[in-house]
């Protein structure tokens, strides 16, 4: 009876430390960044770094994000949707948005993970012409 008990209360420690702190499914706010806001504050800003390689072509571009900011703050899943003309910003932006982290507003006290997205424009002054990474619908 001893071994049933221990068994039993050591698979139940095991299972509860592997649950995903994450779990909760997130609410779909890709249509809307005030919504966001409603949410997760950003605490910990980042920008992306222009390419060299981009300034050496003279070329501007733009990159847009979709991710979750998970009950902890942090960006995860983060999947690329667009980009500009090619894909040579989206390396640094990635980098960024990683470096991003919010704290839950004063209202989101149980810190609901959000689907949201970012667009990032990159462009040099002296080069005419910016893409329009804009998303016509989600």
Known sequence: MRKIL???STMLVIGCSSTDKNAIAPLDLRTS????????VLSERAYPSYPVSAAKRKLNGCVVFQYVINSEGEPQNIKTIKFLPDNTFV???????????WK????????QPVLTTVEWSF???DVAGTPDCKLESL
């Open 6 to 8: 221990l068994f039993a």
């Open 33 to 40: 960044e005030e919504l966001v806001k409603d949410y997760w």
């Open 91 to 101: 390396p640094e932006g990635k980098k960024a948005l990683k470096k991003l982290r």
């Open 104 to 111: 839950p507003s004063e209202s989101n006290t149980s810190a």
């Open 123 to 125: 462009t040099l002054d």
